[in-house]
């Protein structure tokens, strides 16, 4: 196995664990880009809870956040022992991984087969066709991240490096209680998209309320994170964009 051999948009068909077979994509949409070291990962699940007449976050009931917090992203680079991969997770939605991630890769029938080194799971990964992708590393509004993208699609990932892990968060959340700190945890994006012109409207994100919206936007050299609030409040936020890391 070699880097670049892991290029592209890679969409999961099935994951497995021990006495089960659980996740494809009729459950949870999931998408991983790569380009060069970089690459970002969203998992949405399918059944979201119902938004209609409210305008954003702060208008949702505990049972619905915690509903929504089964989505996960994370973003950073990977490195290659081998066949083995490993997923070192600058970012990640869900705070402070435990654990290292990594799985041995193989192709089998067209497909990548990911087995876990330190966890019983096989996924399957079947490359999505386009354009070449690129990637640079991203800040802004007090959060950084990647965007992968090419001239049709991106992947955006923004979070805190080191954020808490979000059980404390999860088990208010089934109490009933909505924490403070759900704010600034919904704070952070993680959107795939198309590009409509220089606007990247979202398709799936960790936020619904910005799905078939603009996120992401070019101005000129400068690109801009149309961030929504959980509140509902609106700011354009300009990146700062390492357009030389790979």
Do not use: K
Not at 53 to 61: E, F, I, P, S, V
Request: negative net charge.
């Amino acid at each position: 196995m070699n880097l670049s051999e892991l290029q592209g948009h890679w969409r999961r068909d099935l994951l497995r664990w021990p006495g089960g077979e659980g996740e494809d994509d009729e459950t949870t949409r999931v998408h991983w880009l790569q380009a060069g070291s970089l690459y970002a990962d969203i998992r949405v699940p399918v059944g979201r809870p119902e938004t209609r007449g409210a305008r954003c976050l702060a208008d949702l009931d505990p049972p619905a956040l915690l509903r929504l917090m089964q989505a996960e992203g994370f973003a950073g680079t990977i490195t290659l022992d081998g066949d083995i991969c490993t997923w070192h997770r600058r970012i990640n939605w869900h705070g402070r991984p435990e654990g290292v991630d990594a799985g041995r890769m193989v192709f089998e029938d067209a497909a990548l087969i990911e087995d876990g080194v330190h966890a019983p799971y096989r996924e399957l990964w079947r490359q999505v066709e386009g354009p070449p992708l690129s990637a640079s590393r991203i800040a802004g509004g007090g959060l950084e991240g990647v965007l992968v993208s090419s001239e049709a699609e991106f992947l955006v990932a923004l979070g805190r490096p080191g954020e808490a892990p979000s059980a404390p968060m999860v088990e208010a959340l089934e109490r009933g209680e909505r924490p403070p700190e759900i704010v600034a945890h919904f704070g952070s994006l993680y959107a795939l998209g198309t590009w409509d012109g220089a606007d990247g409207v979202a398709a799936i994100a960790t936020d619904p309320f910005v799905e078939g919206q603009p996120v992401i936007a070019r101005r000129g050299e400068t690109l801009i994170w149309r961030r929504l609030g959980f509140d509902g409040d609106r700011q354009d936020v300009p990146f700062d964009q390492d357009q030389s890391a790979r």
